[in-house]
C-alpha cells in the first residue's frame, strides 16, 4: 500500500545489511507449521475513491440524532460541538502524539491536560483530578474500586437504581472479583433515592455509597436528603461518591464538593465530544488531596526544567501500572487525552457566561417541553425538578409512540422498560440547547396526532 | 504562575511562544459560545433557592484568543506527523488521514447509542464486520468490541478465564506471566483477584518449556504471554508452551500489543493460543490522540465465546440487531458499545491496505526492526542478538563508563529531532532502550536516526548528560514534581 516505503530496490539493500536473502528469513522463529501459506481472507484494498464511497454508503445506513429530531439522552447527550473544537483537536500535533512520557517534547499536551484537572476540579468543586478515564461508567468503578482500596476489609456497596443501569452493569463486571455485596435500593416513586432506605442501609460494612446527580431519570436530587446522607455517610466512614453523567448540569448546580462528595466520577461527553454511537466518551474523576496517591489513572503536575522554568510533567508514576504491576492502584495505561484537550477547549470557549448560560437554556428547554407535553390528554410529568431530562408516563405504551414519532422523523424519548420491567410505561426525554421552541410544538403536535387515533 | 524566566517577550525561539496557562488569560464578559440573553431568562425561578452554584470559576475568553492559545500549546508537542516517534511497544505508525475524514462523516458521529435498529443498521454493519475481520487476522472464532483500551481488552479476557474455569467447577487461582511483560498483565491479573506467578526467561530472552512445565500445575488458571514477546523475539517455542499449558486445563491469553509483527504471517490462534486482545490504535493505525482514546478488542475461541461482554451483534434476515441474552456473559465492561469512532477508523484502515497490504505492513515493520537492529548493535549493546520482529532493545551498557546512560541518550535524540524510544523497559534488561520504527518509516529515516545515535556515543559526555539542549524547556524535574504534587491550577 502507499503507507509502505521500502520495497524492490531499498528493501534488497536492508536484507543485505541484515545479512538475509529475503523477507521469509526474517519469519523463520516462526514455527513452519503455523506460517501462512495463502493470503488472508479479507476486503480490499481499495483505492481511496472506492473506499470513501463504501464508507459514505455505510453511513447513510444510518439516520443520525442529530439530523433528526431527536429526544433521546440518558448518558449521551446531543449538544452542539463548537467548529473550533474540531479544528484544534485535529491538529496532527495532538492528534498524532503518543502518552507524554518525554515531557521537553509533550508539553502541549500536558499543559493542555494540567488546565482539564483544573477544569474538572472547579467544576466539581474538588481538590484534585485525574488526567481522565475511558467514560462514565468506567470513572465510576474506579470510584468504587478506590474506595474499596481505601476502606479495606468492607463488604458492600450501595448503588441506588437512580444511577444509570449501564453504569451499574460496568461496576457489578469490574468490581465482581472482589465479591462485593452491591445493594440496589430503588427509586421512589417521585422517581428520587430513597434517602430513609439509603441511610438504614449505611453502616459500618459499607465502603461506599453513590447518588447520582441529576439522576438517571433527569431529577435533580433533593439537596436536604444529599446533606443527611454525607453525613451519615461520615459518621460510618464510607466514602460518599457523586456521580455526574450531565456535566453540564455543573454550569448551574452546586458542585458536589459543596454537599459533602469524597469522589466525583463523571461523564464528560456534553463538552464537545459527539455522541458516535456511544464513545470514545470521556471519564472525569475527581476527589480530595487526601486520597490521591490513591487515585487511578494519569495525572499531570506542575514542576520545573533545569533553567528553572515553569513545566509540566506526568506524576505520582507509583501508583501506576508499569512500576508496581500487581499492586497498582488500577490496571488503567493511558487516558483519553483527546477527549480531555476536547473538554478543555469547549470550557475555555464557554467560560463562565457561556457555561452558566447553556446551562440555563437547557433548563428552560426542558421546562418548555414538560409543559407542553403537560397539556395533552393523559400525560403525566412524574417529577419536574429535572435539569434537562425528565420521564413522562404517556397515555399510550412507549414504544408505540415511539414508532409512530419514528414514521415522522422523530426520535422519541427513551422506553424505559428495556432496562427494567419495573419502568413499564416511563418515558425519559431529553432537550439540549439544540432543541428550538418549534421543536417543542412538532413533538407535541405529533403526539397529540397519535394519541388521538 | 506564569513566569518562565528567561523569555522577555512572547516569542521564545523561531516560531514557539510563550503561553500561560488559560486561567490567567481573558476578560470578564467574555465568551465564544453565543447564547441570547433572552432566552435564559427565568430560569432561575425554575430551581429551588440554594441549589444553584454561587460561583464558577472559569476564565473568560473568545474564540480567538482561545483558537491561539491551543495552537501555541500544540506547537510545543512532537507527533508523528511532525518525525521519527520510535516508541517501543507502542507502535507509532503513520495514521491514514483518509479514516479521519470517514469516521468524521455526520452518519457516523451523530448517532445516539439507544437509537432505534433501523437506523443504526450500517453502524452495527461496522461492528459486525470489524469482528469477523480481526478474528481472521488473528485466528479468534469471536471478537468483542467493547473494550476501550488494550488494559480494557485484558482485564475482560482475564475476567473470561476465570468465569470459564468457575463455570467448570475448577478453583484455579494462579496467572503465570513472564517476567518480560508489560505492566497491565499483572495490573489486570490482580483486579480479577489472580495470584501473579513471574516466570523468568531465558539466557535466549525466551520463555523455555521446562520452566513453564515446573510451574503449570493445576491451580494456574492461564499463561498470560506476550508474543512476540517485549524484547521483540518470538516466542520460538510456542506451539509446545501452549501444549503444555492445555495439558494441564489451562488456558492461553496473549498479550497482543506486538500485533505488528505477525498480521497475515501468522495466526496466534493457530498456535493454540485461547485469547488474544488488539490495540487498534498500534497495529490498526488509529491515531493515539496524545494517549487515547484507543480500542481494546478482544478475541477468544469457540469455547470462551459464551462468556464475552453482552450486548453482541448478530446477523439475522431482518439485518443486524443487538442481542442482550447471552447467560455466561461475563457483563458489560464499558457503556454502550465501545469506542465507535476509532472502529471506524480501524475498519476503514483495513479496506484500504486488503490481505496483502497486511501483510507487507508486517514484513516491512520486520525489516525495519531489524536493519536499525544491525546497523546500531556495534555500538550499543544489544543484549539479545537474534532476529527480531518489529522491535528490538538495546541498552547504554557501552555507553555508561563514560557516564552516559539511557536517560541521557533518550533526551539527546530529541535534539537530533527525533522521539526518544521507549526507556528502561521492559524491566528485565538493566538501561534498556526499546526501538521500534513500524513500517510507514522509510529508510532515509532510519539511516538519520542511525547516525543520530553514532554520533551521540562520540559525543562529550556533559553535552549529552545535559540535553535536550534545543527544545522549548530543559530537562524537567520529576522527582519534586512526586514529592510536592500540584495537580491543579490555584483557585482565584
Given at each position: 500500500m502507499s503507507y509502505i516505503p521500502n520495497r524492490h530496490r531499498i528493501q534488497q539493500e536492508?536484507?543485505?545489511?541484515?545479512?538475509?536473502?529475503?523477507?521469509?528469513?526474517?519469519?523463520?522463529?516462526?514455527?513452519?507449521?503455523?506460517?501462512?501459506?495463502?493470503?488472508?481472507?479479507?476486503?480490499?484494498?481499495?483505492?481511496?475513491?472506492?473506499?470513501?464511497?463504501?464508507?459514505?454508503?455505510?453511513?447513510?445506513?444510518?439516520?443520525?440524532?442529530?439530523?433528526?429530531?431527536?429526544?433521546?439522552?440518558?448518558g449521551c447527550y446531543n449538544h452542539h460541538v463548537p467548529a473550533a473544537l474540531l479544528h484544534l483537536i485535529q491538529r496532527s500535533e495532538f492528534y498524532t502524539a503518543y502518552t507524554p512520557y518525554q515531557p521537553e517534547v509533550s508539553q502541549g499536551t500536558l499543559q493542555a491536560i494540567f488546565e482539564f484537572q483544573t477544569y474538572v476540579a472547579r467544576l466539581t468543586g474538588m481538590e484534585v483530578a485525574n488526567a481522565s478515564l475511558y467514560d462514565g461508567a468506567s470513572s465510576l468503578a474506579e470510584a468504587v474500586l478506590m474506595a474499596q482500596r481505601i476502606r479495606k476489609g468492607r463488604s458492600r456497596v450501595i448503588l441506588p437504581t437512580t444511577v444509570h443501569p449501564e453504569y451499574r452493569q460496568v461496576v457489578r463486571t469490574l468490581?465482581?472479583?472482589?465479591?462485593?455485596?452491591?445493594?440496589?435500593?430503588?427509586?421512589?416513586?417521585?422517581?428520587?433515592?430513597?434517602?430513609?432506605?439509603?441511610?438504614?442501609?449505611?453502616?459500618?460494612?459499607?465502603?461506599?455509597?453513590?447518588?447520582?446527580?441529576?439522576?438517571?431519570?433527569?431529577?435533580?436530587?433533593?439537596?436536604?436528603?444529599?446533606?443527611?446522607?454525607?453525613?451519615?455517610?461520615?459518621?460510618?466512614?464510607?466514602?460518599f461518591i457523586?456521580?455526574?453523567?450531565?456535566?453540564?448540569?455543573?454550569?448551574?448546580?452546586l458542585p458536589p464538593g459543596e454537599y459533602g462528595a469524597d469522589v466525583v466520577a463523571a461523564e464528560g461527553q456534553s463538552f464537545g465530544i459527539p455522541m458516535s454511537f456511544g464513545g470514545p466518551h470521556l471519564g472525569l474523576f475527581a476527589t480530595r488531596s487526601a486520597f490521591v496517591r490513591q487515585m487511578p489513572g494519569r495525572l499531570v503536575g506542575q514542576t520545573r526544567d533545569a533553567r528553572g522554568n515553569l513545566g509540566y510533567v506526568l506524576t505520582l508514576a507509583t501508583r501506576e501500572q508499569h512500576i508496581r504491576r500487581e499492586r497498582a492502584t488500577s490496571n488503567i495505561c493511558t487516558n483519553q487525552s483527546l477527549c480531555a484537550l476536547a473538554a478543555a477547549v469547549y470550557l475555555s470557549m464557554a467560560g463562565r457566561t457561556g457555561l452558566q448560560r447553556l446551562a440555563a437554556l437547557n433548563v428552560n428547554r426542558t421546562r418548555q417541553a414538560m409543559d407542553a407535553l403537560d397539556g395533552i390528554e393523559g400525560f403525566h410529568i412524574v417529577q419536574r425538578r429535572c435539569f434537562n431530562e425528565f420521564v413522562a408516563r404517556p397515555p399510550v405504551p412507549p414504544s408505540l409512540l415511539n414508532q409512530r414519532l419514528m414514521e415522522r422523523g422523530i426520535l422519541g424519548g427513551l422506553d424505559l422498560s428495556r432496562f427494567d420491567s419495573r419502568w413499564e410505561g416511563l418515558w425519559l426525554l431529553c432537550c439540549t440547547e439544540k432543541t428550538s421552541l418549534e421543536d417543542i410544538q412538532t413533538l407535541r403536535k405529533s403526539i397529540e396526532e397519535i394519541v388521538d387515533v | 504562575m506564569s513566569e518562565r524566566p528567561d523569555l522577555c517577550s512572547?516569542?521564545?525561539?523561531?516560531?514557539?511562544?510563550?503561553?500561560?496557562?488559560?486561567?490567567?488569560?481573558?476578560?470578564?464578559?467574555?465568551?465564544?459560545?453565543?447564547?441570547?440573553?433572552?432566552?435564559?431568562?427565568?430560569?432561575?425561578?425554575?430551581?429551588?433557592?440554594?441549589?444553584?452554584?454561587?460561583?464558577?470559576?472559569?476564565?473568560?475568553?473568545?474564540?480567538?484568543?482561545?483558537?491561539?492559545?491551543?495552537?501555541?500549546?500544540?506547537?510545543?508537542?512532537?507527533?508523528?506527523?511532525?518525525?521519527?516517534?520510535?516508541?517501543?511497544?507502542?507502535?507509532?505508525?503513520?495514521?491514514?488521514?483518509?479514516?479521519?475524514?470517514?469516521?468524521?462523516?455526520?452518519?457516523?458521529?451523530?448517532?445516539?447509542?439507544?437509537?432505534?435498529?433501523?437506523?443504526?443498521?450500517?453502524a452495527l454493519c461496522v461492528i459486525y464486520e470489524l469482528e469477523e475481520m480481526l478474528a481472521e487476522i488473528t485466528g479468534m472464532d469471536a471478537v468483542t468490541l467493547q473494550p476501550a483500551a488494550g488494559a480494557q481488552g485484558e482485564l475482560t479476557g482475564m475476567l473470561i478465564v476465570k468465569a470459564y474455569h468457575e463455570h467448570r467447577g475448577e478453583k484455579r487461582r494462579k496467572v503465570l506471566i513472564p517476567d518480560s511483560a508489560h505492566?497491565?498483565?499483572?495490573?489486570?491479573?490482580?483486579?480479577?483477584?489472580?495470584?501473579?506467578?513471574?516466570?523468568?526467561?531465558?539466557?535466549?530472552?525466551?520463555?523455555?518449556?521446562?520452566?513453564?512445565?515446573?510451574?503449570?500445575?493445576?491451580?494456574?488458571?492461564?499463561?498470560?504471554?506476550?508474543?512476540?514477546?517485549?524484547?521483540?523475539?518470538?516466542?520460538?517455542?510456542?506451539?509446545?508452551?501452549?501444549?503444555?499449558?492445555?495439558?494441564?486445563?489451562?488456558?492461553?491469553?496473549?498479550?497482543?500489543?506486538?500485533?505488528?509483527?505477525?498480521?497475515?504471517?501468522?495466526?496466534?490462534g493457530d498456535m493454540g493460543v485461547d485469547l488474544v486482545h488488539m490495540n487498534l490504535h498500534k497495529t490498526f493505525s488509529t491515531p493515539h490522540g496524545g494517549g487515547g482514546p484507543g480500542a481494546g478488542p478482544?478475541?477468544?475461541?469457540?469455547?470462551?465465546?459464551?462468556?464475552?461482554?453482552?450486548?453482541?451483534?448478530?446477523?439475522?434476515?431482518?439485518?443486524?440487531?443487538?442481542?442482550?441474552?447471552?447467560?455466561?456473559?461475563?457483563?458489560?465492561?464499558?457503556?454502550?458499545?465501545?469506542?465507535?469512532?476509532?472502529?471506524?477508523?480501524?475498519?476503514?484502515?483495513?479496506?484500504?491496505?486488503?490481505?496483502?497490504?497486511?501483510?507487507e505492513a508486517t514484513e516491512t515493520a520486520v525489516l525495519n526492526a531489524n536493519y536499525l537492529r544491525v546497523r546500531l548493535r556495534d555500538v550499543y549493546h544489544l543484549p539479545y542478538d537474534r532476529i527480531c520482529k518489529h522491535e528490538c532493545v538495546f541498552t547504554d551498557r557501552n555507553q555508561a563508563p563514560k557516564g552516559i546512560r539511557t536517560l541521557d541518550i533518550a533526551k539527546r535524540l530529541m535534539d537530533y529531532g527525533f522521539h526518544p524510544p521507549t526507556i528502561y523497559f521492559p524491566l528485565i534488561v538493566k538501561g534498556a532502550l526499546m526501538v521500534e520504527p513500524t513500517e510507514t518509516e522509510t529508510k532515509e529515516t532510519l539511516d538519520r536516526f542511525i547516525e543520530a545515535m553514532k554520533r551521540i556515543a562520540q559525543e562529550e559526555p556533559e553535552v549529552v548528560r545535559s540535553a535536550p539542549h534545543t527544545t522549548f524547556l530543559a530537562r524537567l524535574d520529576e522527582v519534586s514534581a512526586a514529592r510536592r504534587p500540584v495537580l491543579v491550577a490555584p483557585t482565584p
Open positions: 536492508m536484507l543485505e545489511a541484515i545479512g538475509v536473502s529475503s523477507v521469509e528469513d526474517l519469519f523463520k522463529d516462526i514455527p513452519e507449521s503455523v506460517r501462512l501459506k495463502g493470503p488472508l481472507n479479507l476486503p480490499g484494498p481499495f483505492p481511496e475513491w472506492e473506499l470513501v464511497r463504501r464508507m459514505e454508503d455505510l453511513a447513510g445506513r444510518n439516520r443520525p440524532a442529530t439530523r433528526l429530531l431527536s429526544f433521546l439522552g440518558a468490581v465482581g472479583p472482589l465479591r462485593l455485596e452491591i445493594l440496589e435500593p430503588p427509586e421512589t416513586a417521585t422517581l428520587e433515592a430513597d434517602w430513609e432506605v439509603l441511610k438504614d442501609l449505611l453502616d459500618s460494612k459499607v465502603s461506599c455509597v453513590v447518588i447520582q446527580n441529576p439522576n438517571f431519570f433527569g431529577t435533580i436530587e433533593d439537596l436536604d436528603g444529599i446533606r443527611d446522607l454525607a453525613q451519615r455517610a461520615r459518621e460510618v466512614e464510607a466514602l457523586v456521580l455526574i453523567v450531565e456535566p453540564l448540569s455543573l454550569g448551574i448546580l | 512572547e516569542a521564545s525561539s523561531g516560531l514557539l511562544f510563550r503561553e500561560p496557562l488559560i486561567f490567567e488569560m481573558g476578560a470578564e464578559g467574555r465568551t465564544a459560545v453565543q447564547v441570547s440573553p433572552e432566552e435564559v431568562e427565568g430560569w432561575r425561578e425554575l430551581l429551588p433557592p440554594g441549589y444553584v452554584r454561587e460561583s464558577l470559576p472559569l476564565p473568560e475568553l473568545t474564540e480567538p484568543e482561545v483558537v491561539r492559545h491551543y495552537t501555541r500549546l500544540s506547537q510545543w508537542n512532537f507527533c508523528v506527523d511532525s518525525g521519527f516517534y520510535p516508541l517501543g511497544s507502542c507502535t507509532m505508525k503513520y495514521s491514514p488521514k483518509v479514516n479521519d475524514l470517514v469516521a468524521s462523516l455526520e452518519g457516523f458521529t451523530g448517532i445516539h447509542p439507544y437509537q432505534p435498529l433501523q437506523w443504526i443498521q450500517g505492566g497491565t498483565n499483572p495490573a489486570s491479573c490482580a483486579l480479577c483477584g489472580f495470584e501473579v506467578i513471574q516466570v523468568p526467561s531465558d539466557t535466549r530472552g525466551l520463555l523455555a518449556p521446562e520452566a513453564l512445565e515446573t510451574r503449570m500445575t493445576p491451580e494456574v488458571a492461564a499463561l498470560m504471554l506476550t508474543n512476540p514477546n517485549t524484547l521483540g523475539l518470538f516466542e520460538e517455542d510456542i506451539l509446545e508452551l501452549t501444549r503444555i499449558v492445555h495439558d494441564k486445563g489451562g488456558l492461553v491469553y496473549c498479550d497482543g500489543a506486538n500485533l505488528n509483527a505477525l498480521g497475515g504471517v501468522a495466526r496466534l478482544l478475541g477468544v475461541k469457540a469455547h470462551l465465546a459464551p462468556f464475552l461482554p453482552a450486548p453482541r451483534v448478530e446477523k439475522g434476515p431482518n439485518g443486524f440487531a443487538l442481542r442482550e441474552d447471552y447467560p455466561l456473559s461475563i457483563g458489560r465492561v464499558k457503556a454502550f458499545y465501545g469506542h465507535f469512532a476509532v472502529l471506524v477508523r480501524a475498519y476503514t484502515y483495513l479496506l484500504s491496505n486488503g490481505p496483502q497490504g497486511i501483510r
